[in-house]
């Protein structure tokens, strides 16, 4: 049960309100942005309210048990605050949102009604509808290690160890030719042998997609030259010329961890576990099956 300021409480007692609705979203870059589906800008919490980039809201789609509450909110891609690249680049993914009811003659009567984040966006070519969900949703994430051969660490992070900024492990190059939306050859990676950056990240450093992080698929050789697939073509078409540094990238398996990086004593996965042939196998006089040591 939500306690309501004095203020409101008595402005709703009055029976004709004044009220808004107002979305502070908060992405992952720490940029905040408020909207607000009143007729002019509302300012509370340091923040503008505007109601420019006509977004609206349907009602919230609730329950008593654990499922996620939902809500949508609707606005136009015109907006330059909210673009169809910006979406397209995953910048709004899972933005924390906080929705407030206002009264629009006092800001200073208002009362945050709910926290979430950004699910599911759906985009046509003028207007974008976006989901909020609550913070249910986190319960259904997985928590906790998975018993698997391979490792689950991050290559790089605090538990994998690995310095990815050092000079062995780590490449600058610039764009020679575009071969697809996603794969291109690249100059200044000829000391490094085929599949080291494969698995890896690539961050653009100059060119249209400048700023953004990509995950590297491949990493050929062709003629002593190197050719880099991307997981996911960018929103920006890449260009010769364009700049970019790469980092080394792992399979997650123990003889990888050993032979390219020297960390074995940091694997984070367990090789000898049985695998799914060792749980469906059956006896037979061929050997093998006696259950000594694997």
């Known amino acids: 049960m939500k306690t309501l300021p004095p203020g409101l409480q008595a402005h709703l007692d009055a029976g004709a309100t004044t009220l808004a609705w107002c979305w502070r979203i908060t992405r992952g870059d720490g940029l905040a ?10 300012t509370f919490d340091g923040t503008d309210f505007e109601p420019e980039s006509g977004l609206t809201a349907s009602e919230v789609r609730s329950g008593s ?4 509450d939902a809500q949508d909110a609707q606005g136009v891609l015109s907006s330059d605050r909210i673009t169809e690249t910006d979406i397209l680049d995953g910048r709004w993914d899972n933005a924390a949102v906080e929705v407030w009811r206002v009264n ?8 945050l009604m709910r926290r979430g ?14 989901e909020v969900r609550s913070l249910a949703h ?46 291109f050859t690249a100059s200044g990676l ?11 990240t690539l961050d653009w450093t100059g ?17 002593g030259v190197a050719v880099l697939t991307l997981l ?14 790469v980092r080394a990238g792992c399979d997650k398996r123990l003889a990888t961890c050993n032979a390219k990086f020297a960390n074995a004593l940091n694997f984070r996965g367990f090789p000898h576990i049985p695998g799914q042939d060792s749980v469906l196998r059956y006896a037979t006089n061929d050997g093998g099956h006696e259950g000594a040591v694997l």
Do not use: M
Request: glycine residues 12%.
């Open 33 to 42: 942005f408020g909207f607000t589906d009143h007729d002019r800008t509302l």
């Open 65 to 68: 048990d654990l499922s996620v």
């Open 104 to 111: 629009w003659q006092d800001p200073g009567q208002r009362l």
């Open 117 to 130: 984040a950004i699910g599911q966006i759906r985009r046509g070519r003028l207007a974008f509808v976006a």
């Open 138 to 183: 986190v319960l259904g994430q997985t928590v906790g290690r998975t018993f698997q051969a391979t490792c689950d660490a991050t290559v790089g992070d605090a538990r994998c160890g690995v310095p990815l900024d050092a000079p062995a492990f780590r490449g600058t190059g610039v764009v020679i030719d575009l071969l697809r939306d996603r794969a």
């Open 190 to 200: 000829g000391a490094f042998t085929r599949g080291w950056f494969a698995f890896g």
């Open 207 to 223: 060119g249209a997609n400048a700023g953004r992080r990509a995950e590297v698929l491949a990493h050929d050789l062709v003629d």
């Open 232 to 245: 996911e073509a960018p929103v920006r078409t890449i260009a010769g010329s364009d700049t970019f540094s």
